[in-house]
């Protein structure tokens, strides 16, 4: 299958400040990538889509200014995490979306561990 | 996208098949049922995904019901690397809808 990676893994930052996740699809392109957030023992929640060259679109209740997607290439996606605080610890994890209409697929990464302390 | 409902957890001997069920009743005609699991601590991996005809592929198969509203994933040889959660996805539709994760079954292999 597809191969997504996520850079860092983990990452443990102080209060307040802001950290950057990367999201790349190694072996196709992907004009369209999603970010997910997942709490300790819940499912994964989505929490916007990032389309190349344009504008995400976020879930509701999601601050855009607070999580800033950009997704400048058809291989990569960053997320920051902008003025981290303790409740925004969690598992996040992307996917990046293969092929078109109904039957496309999405490929997830490995996740990134953040920690704010 | 319709609902599904899965067990919450079921356990399988290694080397037996696993037989994960999912009822999603409210389907509609054109969207697709997929199935990801995540092993703890990482990422979903995709498995399989089909619409109304039976789907094998390297990792399971995937067999639907006539009327569409159950499915269920095979797994033929379990392994204890197979121990995650299973998520039942019902996708589809107009455009391109996303993946709405439910809680899963949690598949437990024991040697």
């Known amino acids: 299958g597809a191969v997504v990676s996520q850079h860092p893994s983990r990452v443990i930052c102080k209060s307040g400040t802001s950290v950057k996740i990367e999201c790349r699809s190694l072996?196709?392109?992907?004009?369209?990538m999603f970010w997910y957030r997942q709490f300790p023992k819940q499912s994964l929640m989505l929490m916007a889509t990032?389309?190349?060259?344009?504008?995400?679109?976020?879930e509701q209740g999601v601050e855009k200014d607070k999580f800033l997607i950009n997704h400048a290439s058809l291989t990569l996606s960053t997320l920051t995490v902008t003025s981290a605080h303790p409740e925004d610890s969690s598992f996040y994890i992307c996917?990046?979306?293969?092929?078109?209409?109904?039957?496309?697929?999405?490929?997830f990464g490995p996740g990134t561990r953040l920690t704010v302390l | 996208d319709a609902k599904t409902t899965q067990p919450p957890s079921m356990d399988c001997a290694e080397g037996r098949a696993a037989n994960l069920p999912c009822n999603h009743s409210t389907i509609s005609g054109n969207e697709y049922v997929y199935w990801y699991r995540q092993i703890h601590s990482q990422g979903p991996q995709y498995i399989i995904h089909?619409?109304?005809n039976n789907e094998t592929n390297e990792m399971a198969s995937l067999i639907i019901t006539e009327d569409r509203k159950s499915s269920t994933l095979i797994l033929p040889h379990a392994t204890l690397r197979d121990t995650a959660v299973y998520y039942c996805i019902v996708r589809g539709g107009s455009g391109y809808s996303t993946l709405t994760f439910g809680k899963g079954t949690m598949l437990l292999v024991s040697p």
């Open positions: 990032s389309n190349e060259g344009s504008k995400a679109t976020y």
């Open positions: 089909g619409l109304k």
């Open positions: 072996d196709f392109q992907a004009t369209t």
């Open positions: 996917s990046a979306r293969i092929g078109s209409g109904n039957t496309d697929t999405q490929y």
